[in-house]
């Protein structure tokens, strides 16, 4: 009697969500459409606001052509890119408006322009509108200490609703990353769209470090320690590496600044058809004048490295490599040997991590060895290149690596992360010679030091020769062809 009853509610209850099944789908179906009336309705909109703007004082449009660019005033490699894109399209496209999204209100458009002068040694040929967004901090990090991927790519299509809604260009182009920007600018904004990838926002090798339950930057090791949470992190990274590769299909065309990158974006986007490598300017030829031979101002070796201080470039590592070669005495016969860290701070967190950098320098007992260069003009970063013996390049799977290419234009021997972009395609040989070293561990980089130290200054002129003959693949020059090339089709 008992289970005839069960079964009797239960087909009740059956019957009862059938019933809603259909006006559900009614009410859910009528609110989609409403969706796409209200956002046709904004497209239709933002294009008669386009037309209004892009007028121009003879009466005939104006292409105007935007960057999505939230930290250009940044000195990275990023930033170079920015400022080298501009310049080759204003170049081809004069008549062009060119404008730039940026976060940095704290300074003017003019000191930008200064500090891309100050910093690279660019300048551009036209004038640049400077579009001012107050979002920014939606995108940062340290707001999202949990979910940080996926609140960072939410907050970056807030803050490209703000960039929209003060100016809608005809060519959009992401050049830092923002993927989730791209359906907006595209559906919403009716731009052509463009992308260039320094990095996957998601790769396959992190979706390997949380399957192995492997400590990392982004794994902590509370997760790590607990199969429960690493299983779920596990599911969210999938979850949001298909909806990564959605957002960034929708890309017209897809530059990627190296073979390492190529591999991810093509394994995630799926959009082989549009995509190309496009390496990132290196000023080779600002370095060239830098004798090769080794002519010392002071005696000793200096190690040099170049990079902003983000978590991922690994700091750390090159400090405990230095201290564990200072404290096994591997370089007998070198008077005295010091590392400079120079790199780019962008907010608070990278001053932050500048601190303990500091502090783990004291910790180890090699702070008198140790020294930071912050932010520092581009002279006095081709001063310091000139006079440094190495350049160390730490981080783990780095997508290309601009400063690796600098410091083997400028003669220092690179000893780099043995993944990623310098394995690939810097750290390569050249006509059959070595043109640097790779390492991984602290063990491994501080026996590579030695090892370089060790040769003798004509062995470690050759490597300098073949590093210097290497790299005009990376001149500005070709950057400026194969980016023209590559956007090309955004302008037809």
């Known amino acids: 009697m008992a289970d005839g009853e069960e079964s009797w509610y239960l087909c009740k209850l059956l019957r009862f969500f059938y019933s809603l099944f259909f006006p559900g789908l009614i009410v859910c179906g009528t609110l989609c459409v409403c969706l796409v009336i209200v956002l046709w309705g904004i497209r239709l909109l933002l294009q008669r606001k386009k037309k209004l703007v892009s007028t121009s004082k003879n009466g005939k449009n104006q292409m105007v052509i935007a960057f999505f660019h939230p930290y250009c005033n940044a000195g990275g490699g990023g930033e170079r890119v920015l400022w080298c894109a501009l310049r080759a399209l204003q170049k081809k496209y004069p008549e062009a408006v060119y404008v730039v999204y940026t976060g940095d209100v704290n300074v003017s458009g003019q000191q930008i322009l200064e500090g891309a002068f100050r910093r690279f040694n660019i300048r551009l040929i036209h004038p640049v509108q400077f579009v001012f967004l107050r979002k920014r901090y939606l995108v940062e990090d340290s707001l999202y200490p949990y979910f940080t991927l996926l609140g960072q790519s939410l907050g970056s299509i807030f803050l490209g609703w703000e960039a929209l809604m003060q100016c809608v260009p005809d060519v959009y182009i992401d050049s830092m990353g923002y993927a989730f920007t791209l359906p907006l600018f595209k559906y919403i904004g ?7 990838v320094h990095y996957p926002t998601i790769s396959t090798d992190m979706l390997s470090v949380v399957k192995n339950q492997n400590i990392g930057f982004n794994n902590a090791a509370f997760i790590t320690r607990n199969p429960f949470l690493s299983k779920v992190k596990l599911i969210y990274y999938y979850v949001f590496a298909f909806i990564y590769g959605l957002v960034g299909s929708c890309s017209d065309v897809v530059m990627v600044n190296s ?5 991810h974006i093509l394994s995630l986007w799926k959009v082989g058809n549009c995509t190309n490598i496009v390496y990132p300017p290196c000023d080779v030829q600002t370095f060239l004048d830098i004798p090769l031979h080794e002519k010392k101002v002071t005696p000793g070796h200096l190690l040099v490295s170049v990079g902003q201080f983000r978590p991922e470039k690994n700091h750390p590592l090159q400090i405990r490599a230095f201290a564990k070669l200072l404290n096994k005495k591997m370089v007998e016969s070198s008077p005295s040997l010091k590392l400079v860290l120079i790199g780019g701070c962008r907010n608070k967190d ?13 910790d180890l007992g090699v702070q008198e060895y140790v020294e930071f260069k912050i932010n520092i003009p581009f002279d006095e970063l081709k001063n310091y290149l000139s006079e440094a013996t190495i350049g160390l390049h730490t981080m783990w799977n780095e997508h290309f690596g601009i400063g690796v290419v600098e410091c083997m234009a400028a003669g220092t021997i690179i000893l780099a992360h043995n993944s990623g972009g310098p394995k690939l395609d810097i750290v390569v040989p050249h006509e059959g010679d070595i043109t640097g070293f790779l390492a991984e561990s602290e063990e491994d980089y501080a026996e590579t030091i030695a090892h370089i130290l060790s040769m003798s200054a004509e062995k470690r002129l050759q490597i300098r020769k073949s590093a210097r003959a290497s790299v005009s693949r990376f001149s500005d020059q070709e950057f400026e062809v194969t980016f023209l090339s590559s956007v090309e089709k955004l302008f037809k």
């Open 259 to 263: 073979s390492w990158t190529l591999n």
């Open 350 to 362: 990278d001053e932050l991590r500048v601190n303990q950098l500091r502090r783990l320098s004291e």
């Open 190 to 196: 009716g731009c052509q769209v463009g992308s260039y």
